[in-house]
């Protein structure tokens, strides 16, 4: 089914309300399912709602707490999140540093007591917009080997960055590992194996079976650099802001407690460096120079970073959102109860 | 040949201050460059001595100016390193960058006008020793192409981050490609061939023969991963710093113009964030964590970043530092002009 974006994210918003959340913080997660949708990143879309609202049903994360700073300086802020869903502790800590860095020129959050917030560049680009170059990261439950191990101990952390310029801005949204979990879980579905690289399994060797993988570990990038990667997250998210590291917390598909998830985000301020038209200017240039260098053997096209995800915005905008008819009927079910009804 | 650390620190120091260069920028450079010897990275060691020098006495690297801030605000400030010596700039850098941080809780620093600066890691130690999270990177010359692209566009930008703890800092440094351009270099010395996946040939396409990958590019870890993460680095210290991308800028080993490379800097005051002995202690515990999961296959222990070079500079410290021949020769080639004598 399709769906124009504002209606899509119209209903979310009343399901996420008739479910007893405050109206700003439904405000806010609705705007962040569907800024997934939009960017083509579905996987963190509206079919997390389901889960999300379980969740609150199930008194896991709250649905009346508003997050609250707990210590301030002129350039960094401690948030605690309050078990509130995901997306309104990141998207408050990401409104505290740019307001913030407007005075200073820069400024850093750590968030505890959160939950999973979505994609990561929904808080990145929000810098972005503000001529500032925006950071983020999460920790998640454990997922990842550290180079060397044969147990996972950091969680496929995203890292995201976005950069403002004249044309499309520059946002890196990326996981440490080599592939997302998801990938192992679609081809054990699929009965397929998968290429040597991606997981080891449980006594640390590489393994082509998608199980033994899911039950193993996956593998980081760049072997010991993503791996460090991964572990300076983990460092940002789970004891600078104290929420604890990966092994420590809680599943977002278990409901045996709140997920205690860290965030750390931050906001640079580019005219504290320079002219901001300048610098604008200045990343365009750059885009322009990449697009126009030789492409490998097998592309048509030399991609940046948040180039595919701004394009699918734009399409999506106008063509409306497809949503798959499991999603659809998982959305119905959320309204029905309370006599919403999904329209395309 | 084998040096105590001291001895060879003081031969280097002389040898800069001989070339001209003053008494504070040669303790800099001679304190980064036995640094490197220490913790293991003899890449950017004693053996960049002779290029410095010869950088200098050419005029293409100044030896008298000093760095300048030519913008500042409470958390972040752009540096004129006035074609100084790389380290120069850096450390001035990092030292302003932990001053302001400890007013406001982190401060950010953008170099421009600066040169090779040695192992990343030196400056976010700096950090470490004073309950900072250091971070650094800097571009240099082109050697990475871009995912999708047949030409190089980003430098081996590397990327450090350091951690203090209360046993050993975790410190990682890392460049976003699968390896060092010098695995290639010495492949083709030694008449090697190089897996697939180190790096492309002109065409981009995957190559096995060294030269064809060193007249091609470097391939990035993971793929559209370490490219943007490289990307990010170019933004960083090219574009915010007013620098320069990497292939705009000048290379070490060539006498056309200065350097002109960026750097970005900064650093994250753990008191404004939490109790510094909490943290130093929950990092040490994660450490611990991490050293009791069990091995992969092949692995005898899990190190963490910054693990062998801790052990390396307490090896070194106490056995001293053993020097190539060839290493030696150009060393005691640098001094003899001035009359300064290489001493075991």
Chains 1, 2 share one sequence.
């Not at 109206?23 to 949708?37: C, G, K, R, S």
């Not at 126009?292 to 063509?319: C, I, M, N, Q, T």
């Amino acid at each position: 089914m399709r769906f124009s974006h504002a209606d899509l994210k119209e209903y979310c918003r009343r399901v996420i309300l008739a479910h007893g959340v405050y109206e700003e913080a439904a405000e806010t997660v609705a705007d962040m399912l569907l800024d997934a949708e939009l960017t083509g990143v579905s996987s963190h879309g509206v079919s997390r709602l389901a889960i999300y609202m379980e969740r609150v049903d199930k008194g896991l994360v709250s649905k009346d707490s508003c997050p609250r700073i707990l210590r301030e300086s002129p350039s960094a802020v401690v948030i605690d999140a309050a078990n509130s869903l995901g997306a309104v502790g990141a998207k408050f800590a990401m409104e505290t540093c740019i307001r913030k860095a407007r005075e200073t020129g820069c400024c850093f959050a750590a968030v505890n007591n959160s939950n999973h917030f979505g994609a990561a560049a929904y808080y990145t680009r929000m810098a972005a917009r503000e001529n500032m170059i925006g950071f983020c990261c999460t920790n998640l439950t454990a997922k990842i080997a550290p180079y060397g191990a044969a147990e996972p101990f950091m969680g496929t952390d995203p890292i995201s960055v976005a950069v403002p310029s004249d044309d499309c801005p520059v946002v890196l949204d990326m996981t440490p590992s080599v592939v997302a979990l998801g990938k192992l879980i679609l081809a054990q579905k699929l009965g397929k194996e998968i290429p040597v690289g991606w997981a080891l399994d449980q006594e640390g060797r590489p393994t082509t079976d998608p199980a033994a993988g899911r039950a193993g570990s996956l593998i980081p990038i760049g072997g010991p650099k993503g791996s460090g990667l991964a572990l300076i997250v983990e460092v940002l998210c789970g004891i600078l802001t104290g929420a604890g590291t990966a092994t420590h917390l809680h599943d977002l598909y278990k409901f045996d407690a709140p997920q205690g998830v860290g965030h750390f985000l931050g906001a640079i301020d580019v005219s504290a460096f320079m002219d901001v038209e300048a610098f604008r200017a200045g990343v365009s240039a750059m885009r322009k120079e990449i697009k126009d260098l030789r492409r490998a053997e097998g592309f048509s096209e030399v991609l940046l970073p948040g180039e595919r995800s701004a394009r699918s915005a734009a399409g999506k905008a106008a063509e409306g959102i497809e949503v798959p008819e499991l999603v659809c009927a998982e959305l119905a079910a959320l309204g029905k109860p309370f006599g919403l009804t999904l329209r395309t």
